[in-house]
């Protein structure tokens, strides 16, 4: 694993060797000497609070010197293109850049511009892929669940046209051979090209949510939406809002995960949010630990490394 720019394709027992060292930093182990002497850089063109700040203490957990780029103080306003900020970084030394860029596919050309050993880590591409998002998902999901997901079924609810995270967990949720994967929202809101290929695919949000033992909500993108697609935001609750009532459908045991920021009071109520079902929290927590496993998997020789 040269670089992490999506779990597609990822094998299983790669994906699940990641998620062992993950449990592992999950349960309060740091190694400071895993990246002791490495230099690394957050490289952040989309705002970003829970992966980048995440990121900077899983490499600080591992040792790592973090450099934090801030694109609006930086030399890309006068006009440096992304790859000159990444190969001028990478001739300080830096050895490993976290990148979040609005553009589908940046993260693997700016990945073709780097020098061999530099290792880039996608923190979010465009709609495309979020691939450490979908790895703190599955760790939240195991710790809940088990490491056998062949008997879960798991919804993921809303906005998935525009979601760089629903695409990611898609990808680990069918590597790691969940049950049945659905997927519920506006007809507007969905893909129509193959992401949902193998996932039962509703508009009713009641009927999907029957029987589900995890619900993943997803934030409505209005950054990336043309205008009219959702009819009205009151709508959208309505039709598509995790309430108490909604989420009684579900297993009494469902677990409620949203990868945040929240809409609150439009894709979730803060009942749901904040009740005991829900496990927004976690999944930010486990966030430093699954990227630990990354960072480790990349610069660090790690278990995971192939
Ligand atoms: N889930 C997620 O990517 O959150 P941030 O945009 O805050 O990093």
Known sequence: ???LLTLEGLPR???EALLDRAAHYADGHD???????????TLFFEPSTRTRLSFQLAAQRLGADVLNFDVSTSSTRKGETARDTLRTIEAMG?????????DDGAVAALAEAAAPGTALVNAGDGRSAHPTQGLLDM??????????FSGLKVLIVGDVKHSRVARSDLHALHALGTGEVRVCGPRALLPDDATLDGCTVSQDLDAALEGVD?????????????????????????????????LARARPDALVMHPG??????????EVADGPQSLVLRQVSNGVAARMAVLEALLGGGPARS
Request: a positive charge.
């Open 1 to 3: 694993l040269a670089h």
């Open 13 to 15: 027992a790669q994906l």
């Open 31 to 41: 190694d400071r000497a895993v990246l002791a002497g490495t230099a690394v850089c």
């Open 94 to 102: 830096v050895r490993g850049f976290i990148i979040r860029h609005q």
């Open 139 to 148: 760790l939240t999901l195991r710790q809940a669940k088990g490491a056998d």
């Open 214 to 246: 995890a619900i993943m909500m997803l934030r409505l993108q209005r950054e990336r939406m043309d205008e009219g697609l959702v009819a009205s935001i009151d709508e959208y609750h309505r039709d598509y809002g995790l309430d108490a009532r909604r």
């Open 261 to 270: 920021p929240i809409n609150r009071g439009i894709e979730i109520t803060d």
